[in-house]
């Protein structure tokens, strides 16, 4: 047994304690939080949350090393359920030509970096993000694949992704079926996912399901067959047009929907009544230049349990930082900020199976959390740009403190 932490003080604490299952309605706005409360942290979990005066009085608390986190508000780390950590190189190029109003490059061309580039440098970028991501508060992530165009490009991102799984913080591998993959989903199923299986590199799959892409029928069988080979199921879809993503989520059992852009009454009535988690990717809209972003308060208001995660990758949202996500729900899809912090951090465990463990701030969970240099969460969203991350934590261990700045002395 190791020595105990007490994260001591916090000026709010939000402990994101409340009812099982994906926050929804009005449940998205509890934060539970605790003022002046305290985090009792033994052999990387939870051991007791509550306020100062309880938790520094326990025997257990006596020989404690603390953290002060007096003045600051301490919360669970982030949980990004929906990210893309091997996926080429920056494209600063097309980035420059879309703000002078110019054609993108195609998705296969930015592709074709996955498979050019040595598996090494893939892997050393991804770690360098994930360091990122940890300065930022992320505790938890999921890795997609999808910008691979063979079978060849995908196993070699899913093997990089199997490198990363604690190299700082969870990762949690999802292959994903894109548009533009040689040979479609008949392909992906013959020649990818029995690898994958064989070799547990993934325990989700995704598909693209909207306008331009595979149909109906395809997406349900491919994620029907990749069902029974053992995968969790994960949509992306009413990102370009109106599409049956609703029903094919529901008919295939997948766990969220991505992005949801368009999406109509009836199939928002759809996802509050089977508790479907729409996943929303602000950072994307943001990134492109759009002006539509997914209607968050219609989900919300319907009982849509929602979920925010950054879709980071260098050629539709190249930000991994889930502090400015939250600001772009609150300001761009009305969220508020407390809805925002639920999405971001038990909402998106929920997205990723994984509630029972991480999320939020409860006895016997994994010891994930932030302190933040701000001592009201509202600040989040308030400062957007801008890491108030002051320590991150993941499994009881400080992971990430930053570091005081040295200024010379004033003079007099």
């Known amino acids: 047994m190791g020595r105990p932490i007490l994260v001591r003080g916090a000026r709010q604490l939000l402990t994101l304690q409340g009812p099982p299952g994906p926050r929804r309605g009005n449940d998205l706005r509890n934060l539970g939080l605790v003022q002046d409360g305290s985090v009792l942290i033994l052999d990387g979990r939870v051991r007791d949350v509550g306020s100062t005066r309880r938790l520094e009085n326990l025997a257990v608390a006596r020989d404690a090393i603390e953290i002060n986190a007096a003045g600051r508000v301490?919360?669970?780390?982030?949980?990004?359920?929906?990210?893309?950590?091997?996926?080429?190189?920056?494209?600063?190029?097309?980035?420059?030509?879309?703000?002078?109003?110019?054609?993108?490059?195609?998705?296969?061309n930015v592709s074709r970096g996955i498979e050019t580039t040595s598996g090494s440098t893939l892997a050393h970028r991804a770690l360098r993000t994930l360091q990122d991501c940890v300065r930022e508060g992320t505790t938890m992530i999921e890795a997609k694949?999808?910008?691979?165009?063979?079978?060849?490009?995908?196993?070699?991102?899913?093997r990089i992704?199997?490198?990363?799984?604690?190299?700082?913080?969870p990762v949690v591998s999802t292959a994903m079926l894109s548009r533009e993959f040689e040979g479609g989903p008949l392909e992906y199923l013959a020649r990818v996912l029995p690898v994958v299986r064989r070799r547990h590199l993934a325990e989700f799959v995704d598909v693209e399901y909207d306008e331009g892409g595979y149909g109906y029928e395809e997406c349900r069988e491919f994620l029907r067959a990749?069902?029974?080979?053992?995968?969790?199921?994960?949509?992306?879809?009413?990102?370009?047009?109106?599409?049956r993503?609703?029903?094919l989520a529901l008919e295939t059992g997948a766990t969220n929907i991505a992005q949801l852009i368009f999406v109509n009454p009836a199939q928002i009535a759809l996802l509050a009544r089977e508790g479907v988690i729409a996943t929303l990717l602000p950072g994307s809209v943001f990134y492109l230049?759009?002006?539509?972003?997914?209607?968050?308060?219609k989900l919300i208001d319907a009982g849509v349990p929602v979920a925010i995660a950054t879709n980071y990758n260098p050629r539709t949202c190249?930000?991994?930082?889930?502090?400015?996500?939250?600001?772009?729900?609150?300001?761009?899809?009305?969220?508020?900020?407390?809805?925002?912090?639920?999405?971001?951090?038990?909402?998106?465990?929920?997205?990723?199976?994984?509630?029972?463990?991480v999320g939020s701030i409860e006895y016997g969970k994994d010891a994930d959390l932030v302190v933040l240099s701000a001592p009201d969460y509202r600040e989040l969203p308030y400062h957007f740009g801008v890491n108030l991350v002051e320590t991150t934590i993941c499994r009881g261990e400080v992971i990430y403190n930053r570091a005081e700045v040295t200024v010379p002395k004033i003079a007099g």
């Open 74 to 108: 301490v919360m669970p780390g982030f949980v990004d359920s929906h990210a893309y950590l091997v996926s080429g190189p920056s494209r600063l190029a097309e980035f420059e030509a879309m703000i002078a109003g110019e054609p993108k490059e195609s998705h296969m």
């Open 145 to 158: 694949s999808g910008f691979g165009l063979s079978p060849a490009g995908e196993l070699k991102t899913l």
């Open 161 to 169: 992704h199997a490198l990363l799984h604690e190299q700082p913080i």
């Open 226 to 243: 990749a069902r029974r080979l053992g995968f969790g199921l994960k949509l992306h879809g009413g990102e370009r047009s109106q599409t």
């Open 245 to 247: 993503v609703a029903e």
């Open 289 to 297: 230049g759009g002006d539509r972003y997914a209607p968050a308060r």
């Open 318 to 357: 190249p930000s991994h930082n889930m502090q400015m996500m939250i600001a772009l729900a609150c300001r761009a899809m009305r969220m508020s900020p407390a809805e925002a912090i639920s999405a971001a951090t038990i909402n998106g465990a929920h997205a990723l199976r994984r509630a029972n463990r």
